[in-house]
């Protein structure tokens, strides 16, 4: 089963969290493969969906916030788009939109970076948006501090939690075909470090700079981590391999009911909303050339099919979620 686990390292301003992904992302991969006009992804589109699936979980699990955290990469390569949903009680949803070949051995930016018009959007979308509002969005390029491209979504995400909540993370994330994981480990702001600088007590400046060591020492352990350790070890063994000298103090993981697992939130009304968003005109030339209109979920791969008298049901405001209409 899936799980998110939280953790704190007593008495040092650290804490962290281990996410594995096993059924839910064998699900979203069966979902796709299921779809005969895509197949399944290709490996590295895969592991890069799968990385964002995982950084997706430990986001949404990092922030208090009554709302979806949807992690979003817009590329300018093979692949244009992967999307990642998160809601607060952790069930998720992801899918990748590749329009050209990716070779086995694509890298990050070959996918997604070509033209250096790449980019990756955090979205924070409240649960009960008054009319009007709109959801919180930060947007990152996918380049480093020296202008270089970066070839990992961890280090994409690791530079947005510094830039946006101005929180040092180390992000270390990895999938194959059957487990999508990520171990996230952030420092904590401790109170009136932003006054550092002007701090002339030095027992304080001390203590700070002492905390700041701890960091950089449980950073190195996390950064040790590989990927195959990761992807194969449990997390009671990956915890204790890497921090068994650290005063580690866990929570109750979320698993099971409580824990990350797939769902799709698309419905009949939902897409009846978004074909008639299309207009009269483009909807009745989809029915005089196909005799009905058709739309498949990414997520999930639920067909929704609207026939004629579905359709004009759409724009003379008859109910669209009549029962019946959407063939799994
Ligand atoms: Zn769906």
């Not at 999938?175 to 994981?181: E, I, Q, R, T």
């Not at 650290?246 to 074909?275: D, S, Y």
């Amino acid at each position: 089963m899936s799980e998110l686990h939280k953790f704190i390292f007593e008495g040092l301003p650290v804490r962290g969290m281990l996410v594995r992904l096993t059924d839910a992302w064998q699900d979203i991969l069966a979902r796709r493969a299921a779809n005969s006009e895509t197949g399944a992804y290709p490996a590295p589109v895969r592991q890069l969906l799968g990385e964002m699936a995982a950084a997706g979980v430990l986001m949404q699990g990092n922030i208090k916030f009554n709302g979806a955290l949807v992690l979003q990469i817009f590329g300018d390569g093979p692949v244009k788009l992967g999307v990642v949903e998160v809601q607060p009680d952790l069930s998720l949803r992801a899918t990748c939109t590749q329009v050209g070949e990716v070779a086995d051995d694509a890298t990050l930016s070959q996918m997604v970076n070509v033209n250096n018009e790449g980019r990756c959007a955090i979205t924070l979308d409240p649960q009960d948006r008054l009319p009007g509002q709109q959801p919180y969005q930060g947007v990152v390029p996918l380049f480093g501090d020296r202008g270089e491209k970066l070839e990992n979504i961890s280090e994409v995400l690791e530079h947005y939690m510094l830039q946006s909540e101005q929180l040092d993370t180390v992000l270390v994330l990895a999938a194959d075909d059957k487990v999508a994981a990520g171990l996230l480990i952030q420092r904590l702001p401790i109170e009136g470090e932003g006054n550092l600088a002007g701090q002339t007590d030095s027992l304080m400046r001390e203590s700070v700079l002492g905390q700041s060591e701890d960091f950089s020492r449980i950073s190195i352990l996390t950064k040790s981590l590989k990927r195959e350790e990761l992807l194969g070890l449990d997390a009671e063994t990956i915890l204790h391999r890497l921090y068994w000298e650290e005063p580690l103090a866990r929570f109750e993981p979320f698993i099971g009911e409580t824990g990350p697992r797939f769902a799709c939130r698309c419905n009949r009304e939902r897409v009846g909303n978004m074909i008639r968003s299309l207009g009269t005109e483009e909807v009745e030339g989809i029915i005089a050339e196909q005799g009905q209109v058709e739309v498949g979920c990414d997520f999930c791969g639920a067909q929704y099919r609207f026939d004629p008298v579905d359709a004009a049901g759409l724009f003379t405001g008859l109910p669209a979620d009549a029962p019946g209409g959407s063939v799994h």
